[in-house]
């Protein structure tokens, strides 16, 4: 297993040079490049595989879902964890069974906080992050779905609310998570899991693992074996090697861990089911009654970049 950063060189991922981490074992001659998101959501499925708990041959590279996504979309991934509207929004991808991001409820990690209810955020700016198509673009259905406000989507690395002239900020990942408890007692708060929850009665999916479709084909038993692992590695991260998994996060966010026991057992889901799929048929319905999706019969891979003003809107809840 080799593991290393993604980087960028201007606007192009380029895989690092050197391995951060070598171990050594059975290998085939040449590794498939997996991609691993860097939040702590993936952390049961990559632990037991770090630990040396599974066997697993690839370069392993792990970035944001969104500099993922601009790898696969350049080729220089082969397979691996990617945002749901990646995958829904590139035909050229086939999808690795029974493995997801999840929620089937509040998933602790997408939250939205607002300085005002959203039905006063007509025009009004708000801060969503780079980091990930799926939630930006939950956001946008979910507020277009409730409400008849126009906000305008404002970009950030790391969306905060300090700026006067941003009224609402959308926060994901490790994050949302550490900063969740103070924004909580002073501001609106909706969790999109959620939000999306409650109004179709389904789980949402935030990411999934596939693979290019090209690769899959010409390299059917590397598929398998990085599938298995990947399934291998997450039953035993949500099981015998919990400690290990909730230890990180922990170390990570500085949150106790009762925190991560609630996260990655009442929030997180990694599950693919039908109903999950059912979940990103309608997601994907919805991304093209918005024009989020580019139509269906394009093959071009591209890479998100959230730039839209947006005229949307939702029913909201403090607190929830």
């Known amino acids: 297993m080799l593991v290393c950063a993604l980087d960028y060189r201007g606007d192009v991922p380029v895989l690092c040079s050197a391995p951060a981490v070598i171990t050594v074992g059975p290998k085939p001659e040449v590794l498939p490049r997996l991609g691993q998101i860097s939040f ?121 609310l300090d700026d006067d002239s941003i009224m609402a900020a959308l926060l994901i990942g490790d994050r949302a998570l550490i900063v969740d408890s103070d924004w909580s007692r002073r501001l609106w708060r909706a969790d999109l899991g959620f939000w999306w929850r409650r109004q179709t009665g389904l789980p949402m999916v935030f990411g999934v693992w596939a693979a290019r479709a090209s690769w899959a084909s010409a390299n059917q038993e590397s598929l398998r074996q990085v599938t298995k692992a990947l399934h291998n590695s997450t039953a035993l991260g949500l099981s015998s090697l919990f400690p290990l998994v909730a230890a990180e996060a922990a170390a990570r966010t500085g949150l106790p861990l009762q925190r991560m026991q609630r996260y990655y057992f009442e929030e997180l889901n990694f599950k693919l089911t039908d109903r999950h799929m059912q979940a990103l048929d309608l997601f994907r319905s919805l991304c093209l009654r918005y024009g989020l999706l580019r139509p269906q019969h394009s093959n071009q891979a591209s890479c998100f970049a959230p730039t839209f003003s947006s005229t949307e809107a939702a029913s909201f809840e403090p607190a929830i």
Request: with cysteine; hydrophobic share 45%.
């Open 40 to 160: 702590i959501n993936s952390l049961p499925v990559l632990i037991p595989i770090e630990a040396g708990h599974v066997n697993l041959s690839a370069q392993i590279v792990y970035a944001s879902p969104t500099k993922l996504n601009c790898a696969y979309a350049r080729g220089l991934l082969d397979l691996g964890a990617m945002s749901s509207f990646f995958f829904l929004d590139n035909n050229a991808m086939e999808l690795i069974p029974d493995l997801s991001i999840s929620s089937d409820g509040p998933v602790g990690s997408v939250l939205f906080f607002s300085k005002v209810e959203p039905r006063n955020l007509n025009r009004a700016r708000i801060a969503v992050p780079a980091a990930s198509a799926t939630s930006v673009n939950l956001l946008h259905i979910l507020l277009r779905e409730q409400f008849n406000v126009r906000p305008e989507f404002v970009v950030d690395e790391n969306p905060n």
